[in-house]
């Protein structure tokens, strides 16, 4: 959410900085001239120098907000993602199955496993047929 807030104003602040340097007059004048130039009425809102000084401060501004933001942003991207090994994760080892302990007898361990087959279960009995 926060983030999202950051990159909105990233791209507001974005455009008002290439409007601003857009705007600034070049060596040929540029759109900066259309706001007061020489060609213009003496009662301009804004005569030329005061233009170029407006949007010169409006452009270091919106430049220093950018790049802020810019690297507010990819500090919080980071943040949220380290690397991790494969090697640092634990291996899942099962727990033992319980055992019952062997004797030994004269040197040889008995099995803990029997050696006689399980008896066979009964088979299920048919069912009687119903008289329709």
């Not at 900066?32 to 949007?55: H, V, Y």
């Amino acid at each position: 959410m926060f983030t999202r807030f950051l990159v909105i104003l990233l791209i507001l602040d974005s455009v008002v900085l290439v409007a601003a340097i857009l705007l600034q007059s070049g060596k040929g004048g540029g759109l900066a001239a259309s706001f007061g130039g020489a060609s213009s009425s003496a009662d301009s809102l804004l005569g030329t120098r005061q233009a170029g000084n407006l949007l010169t401060k409006t452009s270091w501004w919106a430049g220093g907000i950018f790049i802020l933001l810019a690297f507010i942003l990819q500090v919080a991207s980071a943040r949220g993602r380290t690397p991790t090994s494969v090697l640092d994760q634990a291996v899942a080892v099962p727990p033992p199955a319980p055992t019952a302990p062997a004797t030994q007898q004269g040197g040889a361990s008995q099995s803990v496993v029997p050696l006689q087959s399980a008896p066979a279960a009964p088979a299920p009995a048919a069912p009687a047929p119903t008289k329709p």
